[in-house]
């Protein structure tokens, strides 16, 4: 079985504070994505990374920032917390496209932060 | 710019019943469109994928339909069971290669 795992499930930060997110894949995935989900909006993508040291920037960049070091590894950092970032961060991992088509993607659990 | 609705936002029906989840988008330039499940506290589940070619994908009690040119997709669920209760997104693959997401329909299974 695929399992993407996220360092943390709950996380209460206060405002300018530098926030850490980890995401850990253990399929040998080359892509990787952050999104954030908020009541009543689909999921946003914030950034993704296709290979090691690789980022593109998603839909709302705005604010954070990444780190992919290793393949497995990519890490989603908000530079100066502020309360509008207060949300439900999911990580995501996939193979890249293939002949039979686009692969889905895989979620781990999610880190529900708070910002105060 | 691609947009992708769900409608309703939240359903409860009791178990047993057959139900339909609706997603629409805007712009039939897609690669593919799939169903995901989110249970609380859990990831999201990928259900279906629906290549652009395909008119439709089923497992188990789950069938999705695809109609590309009018924007639209369904999730048909049978016979359903207290356990389907969860939050339902549908994503399409753009043009760009980038999924966009609905807001979801969260499901209530009434025993």
């Known amino acids: 079985d695929v399992k993407v795992t996220q360092s943390s499930r709950y996380l209460v930060k206060r405002t300018g504070e530098k926030v850490f997110l980890e995401c850990v894949q253990d399929m040998d995935h080359e892509n990787m994505f952050w999104y954030r989900q908020d009541p009543g909006l689909g999921l946003r993508l914030i950034y993704f990374?296709?290979?090691?040291?690789?980022?593109e920037k998603g839909d709302i960049p705005e604010g954070y920032s990444v780190s992919r070091e290793k393949k497995e590894r990519f890490s989603l950092i908000l530079e100066s917390a502020s309360t509008n970032q207060t949300s439900m961060y999911l990580c995501?991992?996939?193979?890249?496209?293939?002949?039979?088509?686009?692969?889905?993607?895989?979620f781990g659990p999610g880190t529900r932060l708070l910002v105060l | 710019k691609q947009e992708v609705t769900q409608i309703p936002a939240a359903l409860s029906v009791p178990e047993g019943e057959n139900l339909v989840l609706n997603c629409s988008f805007t712009?039939?330039?897609?690669?593919?469109l799939q169903w995901f499940r989110q249970d609380p506290g859990k990831g999201l589940t990928s259900l279906l994928l629906i290549q652009s070619s395909q008119r439709e994908q089923t497992s188990g009690r789950l069938n999705a339909s695809l109609d590309k040119s009018s924007g639209r997709s369904t999730l048909y669920i049978a016979a359903s069971q207290p356990g389907d209760s969860a939050t339902y997104l549908c994503?399409?693959?753009?043009?760009?290669?980038?999924?966009?997401w609905g807001a979801g329909t969260k499901l209530i299974i009434k025993p």
């Open positions: 712009d039939s330039a897609i690669y593919n």
């Open positions: 990374s296709y290979d090691v040291k690789m980022k």
């Open positions: 994503a399409v693959l753009d043009s760009n290669y980038q999924l966009i």
């Open positions: 995501a991992s996939s193979f890249p496209k293939g002949l039979a088509g686009f692969e889905t993607q895989y």
